[in-house]
Structure formats: structure tokens, C-alpha cells
């Protein structure tokens, strides 16, 4: 029996996964979901049919997203995260003891609840007495928010679909607005290698650069990400992302990461030519 | 007794299909054959859309004369919005409009109308040669917009004018503001005169639950209706009602003068379903636009500085009722004009509302809309108020400017004429119209006398970026004016 999961990455190529069985499908007021598990990437999410996260490729997203900002701001006490429905944002912010309050901003309860039961690998500090999962519209929350959050970590879905919203000048601004004036915005920052990715990622990044007085890009490795080499956006009010990253502050946290180090965090803010340049003609 | 008409039919969009299936061989227009002499077109539409683009012949009726599957949509219609009869359009709610004035009113016969008609009257006026008899709106003195017609102004110009022939009513207006149209029908129609109603806004209406009366609940004696703005048909379809008292073989005369002899049935097979789907779906539909209307409202008005407004500005007279699926907002207190935020919404936000005037805007919400798509309204207004708000000083309100009718929109329009640098016409009488658009209700009309207070606003009004329309000289720097003699 031959039984594969496909996701076309562009109506021109396919990333197939062999799958053993499907423990989960349902479908939300939002969406359709699905959890599969596999021989080659355990267990794996995919929302309306588009890959969500793996258990063997997740880390590298989920320590990109965080730790990132988390080496460079001195003091994040208050963090908003936008999304992250499956617990794995949360699973690392919950490394540091010093932050105070998380508010999770999921639109689609029934995705942390599938995390939650067939997920546990992501999904398994959503019970940190820090956190509150709000069940909303992202753009809708963060627009009443005002000089509130350090940081803001937005985990959103692709911009085509209920995270359009995520992708927008007013939820940029919202964000700013939202931030103490030292804040940091991350954000999932799509792809810049296929055609379509490449738009989303370039109109994010016009976007941010008109919102935030910093405004960097670093990239990562994602194996089953279309094209595998995924992008994140660093915005922010103060803090430069190289400049003031604190290398020895963070290694003394004796954090176990096993794809994020400190290096590592500096290299990943060179970009290729390519992307140097779809980024540089946005900035204006 | 007649039996009910099945709402669910949808005859010309049925005898499409039909047609279709016998995979007839065209040796008639249109020229592309079906999309295949048009490629690049048929790539851009589809090849439904390019075979369904055919002409009238017997297996699809004909809109000048409709005797099969037209008329039967044609009644369809009429049994769905309650009127005695009904007429698919082509060219728009504007040849509705005018079609329902030329029906009405003929050269030296008077008609009542409020001043803030939409221009697709007063062309109407220029074609027919009748004299418009205006009931000054009454005016939101904060807000800076055109209300309804007050029955009392209504009833002294009836006073005036007792020869006239009609009185028209918008209902409800862009804005949502709707006049006491049963009283105004009553009083129309004790007094010998038919009532007319611009229901360009109001095809819900007739479906939606809790909203205005619509125009032929109120006995109104005739309606013309947008069903491509909240009806959801194509650009450029819409309705022509017509109560008992009027004869649809004159109307449909009337309407062959100016409409088109080659109606697209894109256009009709879309008036057809959108019929079916509002009068199946209709009801629950709109409770749903409602629903979306009065959650943006609170949160708008949650912001700060913008006021959302709505029923509480009902006073039972010049606000007789009000449009709750409107989404009208004013903007002069967080120190901009409606059509600087309309622009900034756009340029800043790729956000497309329906209008900006000087105080207020206008986001159409209808059956198409999503919440999420709600959210970034709201989001982007709080931006725009964050980033580009400012003290409210300095800006001018719209108010209503009382026209001096000096000759007839016909005699004005055709009329020996010069032309003069705005500054100079003052005094003078216009030939053309001139107008914000949109809305498109006319600032001057062909015959109205220019003030100073005229052209001050014009001044104003271009200065704060308003797409202005009507005159022969694009720029708007110059008016026709009749030759003094």
C-alpha cells in the first residue's frame, strides 16, 4: 500500500511524505485539519492541506522564532504571541524564568486542542501558569493594546487564508503601538525563493520597514518548508539585532538548543545576494 | 387565484443551460463565436463566461420585448419584491432612474425632488424638459450631510406645486438616511401625484428583516433599483419596479427609447440568480451584513475620535429611519477630511472604501463580506488615527447650499453659452452640472445660478483631493454659463 501526504509548494512541484496513518482530521470554523504520522518526520499538522510543522524538523523553527530576540532584549518581562497554536513558541519561551506574562492569541481553538491530544511534543507547556490563550482574531487583540509587551512574536500561517490579516500595514502598526518602547517584533516571514512566497515575503517586508525604525531578515533551515530556506523578521523599536546581542548573558542560561547558538544567531543574518536585493528594492 | 411563483426557478439562466447543451453553431453576433475568436479575453474570463455572452433569439427571448423566459424572470421579480411589475436593466440603476423620470414627467410638467438627487435625475430632466421643484434636505449641522425630505417641506411644495406630476424620494440616501416615505406617498397620492422612489441604496429592503420600509411596501408607484450594490448582481444590472397604477407597456416603451437593443446576458442571467438567491437567502443574509455593520460600528467608535453613527439619529421626520448595513463614519475630529482618510485607507492600507466626502466616509459593507476583512478596517482606521491624526482645525463641513433654479436643466443645457474662469461666473447661470463624485449629487445643475458660497466649496473641495466631475473643462477651472442677452 502506498499512502503519501503531497503538498504542492507551487501549482509546479510537490514535497511528498510517506504516511503510516492519519490520527486526526477534523475541520474548524477556519479551517481544515489534519494530523498525520509518518516513518521519516514522526508526527506532522497541516492546515487546509498545507504543512504546519513536523516533530523532526520543528526545532529549528521554534528556537529561530525565540531565541533570537530573546538573546538580544535585555528584559523581556510581557510577551504576546500571535498564533503558535501548537504550543511550540510557548514550549521555548518557557525557558526563561524571567518573563512574567505570555498572552497566546490562537484564532482556532481547535487546533491547540488537536496539539494538545496528538501533538505533546509542541504542545506540552501549555499548561505554564504564565499563560493565557486568548481565542481570537489576532489583528483584532492587538489593535486595543497600547505600550504593553516587550516582545511580540507572531506565528502565523501563510497569507492566503485566515492569516491574511497577519500580513497587513494596521497589524504592523497595531504591533508598534503595542510594544514599550524598547519592544521587539518577530514574525514568520515566508520564503524568497519561489515566485509567490517571494511576493508575500517582499510585501511583509515593505510593510515592517515602513513601521519599525529597525527592520532586519535571518533565515533558517526548514527541510519541509516550501524550498526549505525560510525567512523571520526582526522589527524593532531600539535594539539592533547584532549589535546588541548579549552572547554571554544568553550562554549562561545553559539553554540546550539543537539548532540555535549564539554564532549561529549572527550568521543567520547574512543573506544570500538574492535575497539582499528582493529585500533592498522594498525599502525605498 | 394565481398561483405563487417558485422562487427557486431561474429562467434565463435555465434556458443559458439549455442552450448550452444543443451546442447550437453561431452564424450571428457576438463576433468572438463563443470566446474562440478572442483568445486573450477568453483566458481572462473563463470560457463560461465567453459562451454565455450570446445574442436574444427565440430560445433566450429578448429584452425589448420580452414575451418567454425574460418575462417570466421579469415576473419573477416583481412577485419577489412585492411590486405589480418589474424590469431587468441594462445600463445601469442610472437608466432605471431615468427611465422611471422620462415614464413620469414630460417637457413643462413640474416634479418634486429633494436637492440631493443623484445626477441620473437631472439627466433625466435635461432629456425630458420637466422643472425640478426642489425640497431643501434637511442638514446634520455636525455630521455636514444631506438628510431626508421633512413632510412638512414636502407638503408646502405639493402647496406651491399643486399641478406637479411627482415627488421623488431617495431611499434611503448613500448615506443611509431614509424620509417618511408612507406619508410622503400618501400625501403624493391625495394630491393626485405619483411617488417615485431612488432605491440605488436599498435593494435589502425588500429582504432584510428590521430594515427601512422599501418602495413598494410603502406604495410607492415606482422604484428604481441597484441590484448590483447590495443585491450582489453584476455592475451595470439593476430593476425597474412599478406599482399597480402604472402601465408597464409605457414604461417598457420609454425604456426602449435610450436602452440598448443587444442586452448582455451576463447581465441578466446575473440579475436572475441574484433574484433567487435573495429570495431564498435573502433574509438571513442581510442579518448577517446587520450583524457585521453594527459590530464594525462599536468598534470603530471604540477607537476614539471617529463617530460611526447610526438609529440614534432618527427624529421620526428629516431622519425618519436609518440604513443599519450603512457603514457611515465621520472623521472631522481626529482632524481629517472623509476623503483623506478614504485616500490614506487606500494608499497606505489597500483598503478600498466606497467614498470619502468632506467630513464623512463610507465603507459599503454587504453579502460578500468577511469578518476578518471587517478587522482590518477597523485596525487601519486606528492607524490612520494614530499616525495621521492631527487637531480639528480649519476644515470645512458640507452644508446644504439652497440652488437658485433660474431656467430649466433642459433650456440651461441647450442653451447658446460661454465659458469663464470659475472666479468670474459668479452671478451667472450654469449650463452643466458639477459634482463630487461620488456620491455624485450635483453641486450645480444646468440652470442653477452660481454664489459665491457655490464656488467657495468647489474651491474647497478640490483642494482636499475630491474627484470632481460634470463640466466640459476637466480641470474645473472653468464653467459654462448661459450668454447674458
Given at each position: 500500500?502506498?499512502f503519501w501526504f503531497?503538498?504542492?509548494?507551487?501549482?509546479?512541484?510537490?514535497?511528498?511524505i510517506r504516511v503510516d496513518r492519519q490520527l486526526y482530521s477534523g475541520k474548524s470554523?477556519?479551517?481544515r485539519i489534519d494530523v498525520f504520522s509518518s516513518p521519516e518526520f514522526g508526527r506532522f499538522l497541516t492546515l487546509?492541506g498545507?504543512m504546519m510543522l513536523t516533530e523532526k524538523?520543528e526545532?529549528?523553527?521554534?528556537?529561530?522564532?525565540?531565541?533570537?530576540?530573546?538573546?538580544?532584549?535585555?528584559?523581556?518581562?510581557?510577551?504576546?504571541?500571535?498564533?503558535?497554536g501548537d504550543?511550540?513558541?510557548?514550549?521555548?519561551?518557557?525557558?526563561?524564568?524571567?518573563?512574567?506574562?505570555?498572552?497566546?492569541?490562537?484564532?482556532?481553538?481547535l487546533v491547540v486542542e488537536v496539539c494538545k491530544k496528538y501533538l505533546p511534543q509542541t504542545a506540552?507547556?501549555?499548561?505554564?501558569?504564565?499563560?493565557?490563550?486568548?481565542?481570537?482574531?489576532?489583528?483584532?487583540?492587538?489593535?486595543?493594546?497600547?505600550?504593553?509587551?516587550?516582545?511580540?512574536?507572531?506565528?502565523?500561517?501563510?497569507?492566503?487564508?485566515?492569516?491574511?490579516?497577519?500580513?497587513?500595514?494596521?497589524?504592523?502598526?497595531?504591533?508598534?503601538?503595542?510594544?514599550?518602547?524598547?519592544?521587539?517584533?518577530?514574525?514568520?516571514?515566508?520564503?524568497?525563493?519561489?515566485?509567490?512566497?517571494?511576493?508575500?515575503?517582499?510585501?511583509?517586508?515593505?510593510?515592517?520597514?515602513?513601521?519599525?525604525?529597525?527592520?532586519?531578515?535571518?533565515?533558517?533551515?526548514?527541510?519541509?518548508?516550501?524550498?526549505?530556506?525560510?525567512?523571520?523578521?526582526?522589527?524593532?523599536?531600539?535594539?539592533?539585532?547584532?549589535?546588541?546581542?548579549?552572547?554571554?548573558?544568553?550562554?549562561?542560561?545553559?539553554?540546550?538548543?539543537?539548532?540555535?547558538?549564539?554564532?549561529?544567531?549572527?550568521?543567520?543574518?547574512?543573506?544570500?545576494?538574492?535575497?539582499?536585493?528582493?529585500?533592498?528594492?522594498?525599502?525605498? | 387565484?394565481?398561483?405563487?411563483?417558485?422562487?427557486?426557478?431561474?429562467?434565463?439562466?435555465?434556458?443559458?443551460?439549455?442552450?448550452?447543451?444543443?451546442?447550437?453553431?453561431?452564424?450571428?453576433?457576438?463576433?468572438?463565436?463563443?470566446?474562440?475568436?478572442?483568445?486573450?479575453?477568453?483566458?481572462?474570463?473563463?470560457?463560461?463566461?465567453?459562451?454565455?455572452?450570446?445574442?436574444?433569439?427565440?430560445?433566450?427571448?429578448?429584452?425589448?420585448?420580452?414575451?418567454?423566459?425574460?418575462?417570466?424572470?421579469?415576473?419573477?421579480?416583481?412577485?419577489?419584491?412585492?411590486?405589480?411589475?418589474?424590469?431587468?436593466?441594462?445600463?445601469?440603476?442610472?437608466?432605471?432612474?431615468?427611465?422611471?423620470?422620462?415614464?413620469?414627467?414630460?417637457?413643462?410638467?413640474?416634479?418634486?425632488?429633494?436637492?440631493?438627487?443623484?445626477?441620473?435625475?437631472?439627466?433625466?430632466?435635461?432629456?425630458?424638459?420637466?422643472?425640478?421643484?426642489?425640497?431643501?434636505?434637511?442638514?446634520?449641522?455636525?455630521?455636514?450631510?444631506?438628510?431626508?425630505?421633512?413632510?412638512?417641506?414636502?407638503?408646502?411644495?405639493?402647496?406651491?406645486?399643486?399641478?406637479?406630476?411627482?415627488?421623488?424620494?431617495?431611499?434611503?440616501?448613500?448615506?443611509?438616511?431614509?424620509?417618511?416615505?408612507?406619508?410622503?406617498?400618501?400625501?403624493?397620492?391625495?394630491?393626485?401625484?405619483?411617488?417615485?422612489?431612488?432605491?440605488?441604496?436599498?435593494?435589502?429592503?425588500?429582504?432584510?428583516?428590521?430594515?427601512?420600509?422599501?418602495?413598494?411596501?410603502?406604495?410607492?408607484?415606482?422604484?428604481?433599483?441597484?441590484?448590483?450594490?447590495?443585491?450582489?448582481?453584476?455592475?451595470?444590472?439593476?430593476?425597474?419596479?412599478?406599482?399597480?397604477?402604472?402601465?408597464?407597456?409605457?414604461?417598457?416603451?420609454?425604456?426602449?427609447?435610450?436602452?440598448?437593443?443587444?442586452?448582455?446576458?451576463?447581465?441578466?442571467?446575473?440579475?436572475?440568480?441574484?433574484?433567487?438567491?435573495?429570495?431564498?437567502?435573502?433574509?438571513?443574509?442581510?442579518?448577517?451584513?446587520?450583524?457585521?455593520?453594527?459590530?464594525?460600528?462599536?468598534?470603530?467608535?471604540?477607537?476614539?475620535?471617529?463617530?460611526?453613527?447610526?438609529?440614534?439619529?432618527?427624529?421620526?421626520?428629516?431622519?425618519?429611519?436609518?440604513?443599519?448595513?450603512?457603514?457611515?463614519?465621520?472623521?472631522?475630529?481626529?482632524?481629517?477630511?472623509?476623503?483623506?482618510?478614504?485616500?490614506?485607507?487606500?494608499?497606505?492600507?489597500?483598503?478600498?472604501?466606497?467614498?470619502?466626502?468632506?467630513?464623512?466616509?463610507?465603507?459599503?459593507?454587504?453579502?460578500?463580506?468577511?469578518?476578518?476583512?471587517?478587522?482590518?478596517?477597523?485596525?487601519?482606521?486606528?492607524?490612520?488615527?494614530?499616525?495621521?491624526?492631527?487637531?480639528?482645525?480649519?476644515?470645512?463641513?458640507?452644508?446644504?447650499?439652497?440652488?437658485?433654479?433660474?431656467?430649466?436643466?433642459?433650456?440651461?443645457?441647450?442653451?447658446?453659452?460661454?465659458?469663464?474662469?470659475?472666479?468670474?461666473?459668479?452671478?451667472?447661470?450654469?449650463?452643466?452640472?458639477?459634482?463630487?463624485?461620488?456620491?455624485?449629487?450635483?453641486?450645480?445643475?444646468?440652470?442653477?445660478?452660481?454664489?459665491?458660497?457655490?464656488?467657495?466649496?468647489?474651491?474647497?473641495?478640490?483642494?482636499?483631493?475630491?474627484?470632481?466631475?460634470?463640466?466640459?473643462?476637466?480641470?474645473?477651472?472653468?464653467?459654462?454659463?448661459?450668454?447674458?442677452?
Open positions: 500500500m502506498e503531497s503538498e504542492e509548494q507551487t501549482p509546479h512541484v510537490k514535497l511528498s470554523e477556519f479551517q487546509d498545507y524538523d526545532f529549528i523553527y521554534h528556537e529561530m522564532i525565540t531565541h533570537v530576540p530573546m538573546a538580544v532584549h535585555p528584559n523581556v518581562r510581557d510577551v504576546l504571541v500571535i498564533g503558535a504550543g511550540g513558541v510557548i514550549r521555548e519561551l518557557a525557558q526563561y524564568p524571567e518573563i512574567r506574562r505570555i498572552d497566546m492569541v490562537e484564532i482556532d481553538p506540552c507547556r501549555l499548561d505554564d501558569p504564565r499563560l493565557d490563550i486568548h481565542y481570537e482574531d489576532g489583528l483584532k487583540f492587538v489593535r486595543s493594546c497600547e505600550d504593553r509587551y516587550d516582545l511580540i512574536i507572531v506565528d502565523s500561517t501563510d497569507p492566503f487564508g485566515p492569516g491574511e490579516g497577519l500580513f497587513t500595514r494596521e497589524f504592523y502598526g497595531n504591533c508598534y503601538k503595542a510594544l514599550r518602547e524598547d519592544g521587539v517584533m518577530v514574525n514568520q516571514h515566508e520564503s524568497p525563493f519561489y515566485d509567490q512566497d517571494a511576493t508575500a515575503c517582499q510585501r511583509a517586508h515593505k510593510r515592517i520597514v515602513e513601521s519599525f525604525p529597525i527592520s532586519r531578515v535571518y533565515q533558517a533551515h526548514i527541510p519541509t518548508y516550501p524550498s526549505g530556506h525560510w525567512l523571520f523578521g526582526f522589527a524593532s523599536k531600539r535594539y539592533h539585532p547584532l549589535k546588541d546581542l548579549d552572547e554571554v548573558r544568553w550562554n549562561l542560561r545553559n539553554l540546550s538548543c539543537r539548532y540555535y547558538t549564539t554564532t549561529l544567531h549572527k550568521g543567520a543574518f547574512y543573506l544570500p545576494a538574492y535575497v539582499e536585493e528582493l529585500l533592498k528594492e522594498v525599502e525605498g | 387565484m394565481k398561483q405563487p411563483l417558485d422562487q427557486t426557478r431561474a429562467p434565463i439562466f435555465e434556458a443559458l443551460e439549455r442552450f448550452r447543451k444543443m451546442r447550437v453553431v453561431p452564424f450571428d453576433v457576438p463576433g468572438h463565436k463563443r470566446g474562440r475568436g478572442n483568445p486573450e479575453l477568453t483566458a481572462l474570463l473563463g470560457e463560461n463566461c465567453m459562451q454565455m455572452d450570446v445574442n436574444s433569439m427565440k430560445p433566450l427571448d429578448n429584452l425589448c420585448h420580452p414575451v418567454s423566459v425574460i418575462r417570466e424572470a421579469e415576473e419573477l421579480a416583481a412577485a419577489a419584491f412585492g411590486a405589480a411589475s418589474a424590469f431587468l436593466m441594462v445600463g445601469g440603476t442610472t437608466s432605471a432612474v431615468q427611465s422611471m423620470v422620462l415614464s413620469t414627467v414630460q417637457r413643462g410638467d413640474e416634479i418634486i425632488l429633494p436637492r440631493n438627487v443623484h445626477r441620473s435625475v437631472m439627466g433625466a430632466l435635461v432629456l425630458c424638459g420637466a422643472t425640478p421643484v426642489y425640497v431643501n434636505p434637511a442638514c446634520d449641522s455636525r455630521l455636514g450631510i444631506p438628510l431626508g425630505m421633512r413632510r412638512e417641506d414636502v407638503a408646502e411644495a405639493i402647496r406651491r406645486h399643486p399641478k406637479a406630476k411627482a415627488v421623488l424620494v431617495n431611499n434611503p440616501t448613500y448615506y443611509g438616511i431614509c424620509s417618511d416615505l408612507r406619508g410622503i406617498v400618501e400625501m403624493a397620492h391625495q394630491n393626485g401625484m405619483l411617488c417615485l422612489a431612488d432605491e440605488a441604496h436599498g435593494t435589502h429592503f425588500y429582504f432584510g428583516e428590521g430594515l427601512p420600509a422599501s418602495a413598494m411596501a410603502a406604495g410607492a408607484d415606482m422604484a428604481a433599483v441597484s441590484m448590483h450594490k447590495s443585491g450582489g448582481s453584476l455592475t451595470q444590472s439593476s430593476l425597474l419596479l412599478a406599482g399597480p397604477a402604472v402601465a408597464p407597456g409605457y414604461v417598457r416603451q420609454i425604456i426602449n427609447l435610450t436602452q440598448t437593443t443587444s442586452a448582455s446576458y451576463l447581465l441578466l442571467s446575473s440579475l436572475d440568480i441574484s433574484r433567487r438567491n435573495l429570495a431564498l437567502r435573502g433574509r438571513q443574509a442581510f442579518a448577517g451584513v446587520v450583524r457585521l455593520a453594527e459590530y464594525a460600528r462599536e468598534e470603530i467608535n471604540r477607537i476614539g475620535g471617529y463617530y460611526a453613527y447610526s438609529r440614534e439619529l432618527v427624529n421620526g421626520d428629516s431622519i425618519f429611519d436609518f440604513d443599519v448595513t450603512k457603514l457611515s463614519v465621520h472623521t472631522l475630529d481626529i482632524g481629517l477630511a472623509g476623503i483623506e482618510v478614504y485616500d490614506f485607507l487606500r494608499d497606505e492600507y489597500d483598503i478600498q472604501i466606497e467614498f470619502g466626502d468632506l467630513g464623512n466616509i463610507l465603507a459599503y459593507l454587504s453579502i460578500g463580506d468577511r469578518e476578518r476583512d471587517v478587522e482590518r478596517l477597523v485596525s487601519a482606521l486606528a492607524e490612520v488615527r494614530r499616525r495621521f491624526g492631527r487637531p480639528k482645525t480649519g476644515l470645512m463641513s458640507q452644508e446644504y447650499i439652497e440652488p437658485e433654479v433660474a431656467v430649466t436643466p433642459q433650456d440651461a443645457f441647450y442653451a447658446e453659452k460661454e465659458s469663464l474662469p470659475l472666479r468670474e461666473s459668479e452671478g451667472r447661470v450654469c449650463s452643466e452640472f458639477v459634482m463630487c463624485y461620488p456620491p455624485g449629487i450635483p453641486i450645480l445643475a444646468p440652470g442653477e445660478r452660481i454664489t459665491k458660497r457655490i464656488l467657495d466649496y468647489i474651491l474647497y473641495a478640490k483642494s482636499k483631493g475630491c474627484s470632481m466631475t460634470g463640466p466640459e473643462d476637466p480641470e474645473i477651472g472653468r464653467l459654462n454659463v448661459l450668454k447674458e442677452v
